[in-house]
C-alpha cells in the first residue's frame, strides 16, 4: 500500500466519523411525535383562543356551534370544519429552540403567542398549544405544546385560524322566510 493511498484512508475514515456525528445530532432536532395533537374532532366540545386580552370561546352541544356569550351570530361550518381539518391535523417539523428566554423572539411567549385550549365535555383540557407566526417560513407556524419548553416549527400556518374576532367564525343569520299560509287581511 502507498503512501498516499493511507492518507486517502484516514481522510475517508474522519469524513465517516464526522458524518455519523452529524446524523446522530440532526436525529436529536427531532420530535419524537410529530404529530401536535392525538385528538379526534368528536372528543372536542370546547376550544378557547387568547391572544393578548382579546379571548373567544366557541362550544359545541352535540348538534351545532354557538360563539360562547354571543347569541346574534351563527358559526360558519366552513371555517369550523377548515379549523378542525388544519389544527387536528398539524405537525410539528423540527425543533427551532430549547431556550425559554427566546419564546418571544419566535411569538410564542405567554404575551406575544395566541394561546389554543382544546377541551372535552366537561370541560378539561385535551391540547394547548401557543402558537407564533413564523419570521423564517410564512408557510409554518411556531409552536409550544402545553407546559414543554421547546418551540417547534409546523408543517402548516394555523396562525391565521387562530382569530379571536367573533366576525370570523359567525354571521348574522338570514332573516326568516315569510309564511306562506299567511292570509292577508284588508
Partial sequence: MGKNTKWLLIVLGIFVVLF???QLQQSNLGSSSDQVFEIE???????????GVETI???FNGESWAIDG???LVVKENTINNFFDKVLKVKRTSLVSRNQAKWDKFNVGDSTGTLLVLKDHNSESLGRITVGRSGAEWSASNIRV???VEVYQTNE??????????????EVPPPPE???TAIDSL
Fill in 178 to 180: 315569510p309564511d306562506s
Fill in 146 to 148: 402545553g407546559d414543554e
Fill in 57 to 59: 370561546s366557541l362550544s
Fill in 70 to 72: 354571543n347569541d346574534t
Fill in 20 to 22: 455519523g456525528i452529524n
Fill in 41 to 51: 374532532r368528536e372528543d372536542v366540545f370546547n376550544f378557547d383562543i387568547s391572544s
Fill in 157 to 170: 400556518n394555523i396562525a391565521w385560524q387562530l382569530n379571536t374576532s367573533p366576525t370570523y367564525w359567525g
